[in-house]
């Protein structure tokens, strides 16, 4: 067993592609993808002519995640609803995320 970080980013669909990019770009080795809703204070995001939101989740080292969510509040933070948090998590075969 190893100790590694679990980075979920909750964003719009449109942003999808482009963030998988800079992911991989900063270093990590996959990450899963799913489709989402939900509400915040402020609004239900159920109009599909808006897109869905997407849930990216990335199991890496304390370094790439730290590198990937900087990245993020540098470029995306202010300018997209977006929510990003990040955690330890132990992994049972390291080999398939760095």
Known sequence: MTQAYLLTIIGEEVLE???????????????????????????????????????????TSEEVCLKIAQRLKEKYLEKYPMVTFFHPVTVLRMQHFY
Request: aromatic fraction near 4%.
């Open 17 to 59: 592609t482009v963030l998988e990019k800079e992911i991989m770009a900063l270093g990590a080795k996959g990450y899963t993808v799913s489709k989402v809703s939900g509400r915040s204070q402020s609004a239900l995001r159920d109009n599909p002519w808006d897109g869905e939101n997407v849930r990216i989740e990335i199991i």
